[in-house]
């Protein structure tokens, strides 16, 4: 019996971790899978060792007080390793974590494939040495990641993106009839993030744009996706709801942190602009270290400015409000230039079935 350890280190990654488990169970039913994980992995068949919760943090402040969680799960994977209980190791995302648990898989001899890359190519490259001794094959999901790693030694396929293998989109119709939106309002959606510290940061803006342009627009419905443990003040007449793709496909508009939403709205359709805010002191070592032109996905992946970006000090309510109100109108032409980008970004992220193709080459490490 194959004996593999997955490990997700947050949400998303969870749920793409649950998919690969599922093809694993259907490449070999009787396949053996400990995790680190969630709801998720654990609805897919895998036994949890160790939770989520509370683990997720975005930059080097945010970051710093989830140090001695961390540091007490590694100890104990490490520990797990050294057993030599597994066969292979399945790491999703999370490098922070996930490329200390690759090095001592490889220390005790148990091969590792890495799912979901750490974005090198947009700083931290230093860590390629560490990729190329402790990972023995990186899955990508991103189309232009595959030639990156292959020529820097690294062993790479390009597996497609995992959002590919969600359940198709309601209509538009049918996504405002389930949020009992009006089917003829113009509808701005708002995603201020998961995290805490993400929301605390980008809220009050979104909050003051939207009721800028609702006072403009007295027919503009507003949804916001977010988590529904999520307490954001001042969302009176605001339709809430925790599925990000059912806000999408009811929007006309998007208003969007930077990172994977971005990615949904293009496959949505949906036009968008992104924001993001980070600590102070986390955005001063960034801007010394990324080396990328955008920070949304979508613009990366189309080569080009397809949607407006703003950072920091940007984020302003009439910054955002100067971009969004273009793209309210559903046949003006700057709408209309995004989703024919957007269709451009779906044909590059390859096909369905990442999740399978993850499984199989994990099978084919452990055998």
């Known amino acids: 019996m194959t004996r593999l350890l997955v490990s997700a280190g947050e949400p998303s990654g969870d749920l793409h971790a649950a998919s690969v488990v599922r093809a694993l169970r259907t490449l070999e039913p009787g396949v053996s899978v400990d995790a680190v994980g969630g709801d998720a992995l654990a609805a897919a068949g895998a036994h949890i060792l160790a939770t989520i919760d509370r683990l997720a943090a975005v930059g080097t402040v945010e970051s710093a007080a989830s140090l001695p969680r961390h540091w007490a799960l590694l100890r104990r994977l490490d520990a797990y390793l050294a057993e030599r209980r597994y066969d292979a190791v399945l790491l999703v995302d999370y490098p922070g974590f996930h490329l200390r648990v690759a090095h001592r898989a490889a220390r005790y001899g148990v091969p590792v494939v890495y799912y979901i890359a750490p974005q090198l190519w947009a700083w931290g490259a230093w860590r390629l040495r560490r990729l190329r001794a402790d990972v023995h094959h990186l899955a990508v999901i991103l189309p232009f990641e595959e030639r990156y790693f292959q020529d820097r030694g690294v062993a790479c396929t390009f597996v497609g993106h995992p959002l590919l293998d969600r359940p198709d989109l309601p209509t538009g119709a049918d996504a405002r009839r389930a949020l009992a939106l009006d089917p003829d309002a113009t509808v701005l959606a708002l995603f201020p993030g998961s995290r805490i510290a993400e929301q605390r940061r980008l809220w009050s803006p979104f909050r003051e744009t939207a009721a800028r342009l609702r006072d403009a627009m007295?027919?503009?419905?507003?949804?916001?996706?977010?988590?529904?443990?999520?307490?954001?003040?001042?969302?009176?007449?605001?339709?809430?709801?925790?599925?990000?793709?059912?806000?999408?496909?009811?929007?006309?508009?998007?208003?969007?942190?930077?990172?994977?939403?971005?990615?949904?709205?293009?496959?949505?359709?949906?036009?968008?602009?992104?924001?993001?805010?980070?600590?102070?002191?986390?955005?001063?070592?960034?801007?010394?270290?990324?080396?990328?032109?955008?920070?949304?996905?979508?613009?990366?992946?189309?080569?080009?400015?397809?949607?407006?970006?703003?950072?920091?000090?940007?984020?302003?309510p009439d910054a955002l409000c100067s971009a969004l109100r273009p793209l309210l109108e559903r046949d003006g032409q700057p709408a209309r230039s995004q989703r024919a980008a957007f269709r451009g970004i779906r044909a590059r992220l390859g096909s369905p079935g990442a999740g399978r193709r993850v499984a199989e080459l994990l099978l084919r490490h452990a055998a």
């Open 218 to 316: 007295p027919d503009l419905s507003v949804v916001v996706a977010a988590p529904r443990a999520s307490r954001l003040d001042g969302t009176n007449g605001m339709t809430q709801t925790a599925h990000a793709p059912l806000a999408l496909a009811a929007a006309d508009v998007a208003l969007c942190k930077s990172g994977t939403v971005t990615l949904e709205a293009a496959l949505a359709e949906t036009p968008l602009v992104v924001a993001y805010r980070l600590h102070p002191v986390t955005f001063g070592i960034a801007r010394r270290l990324v080396r990328v032109p955008a920070i949304g996905l979508v613009n990366l992946i189309a080569g080009s400015g397809v949607a407006p970006e703003f950072v920091q000090r940007a984020v302003t």
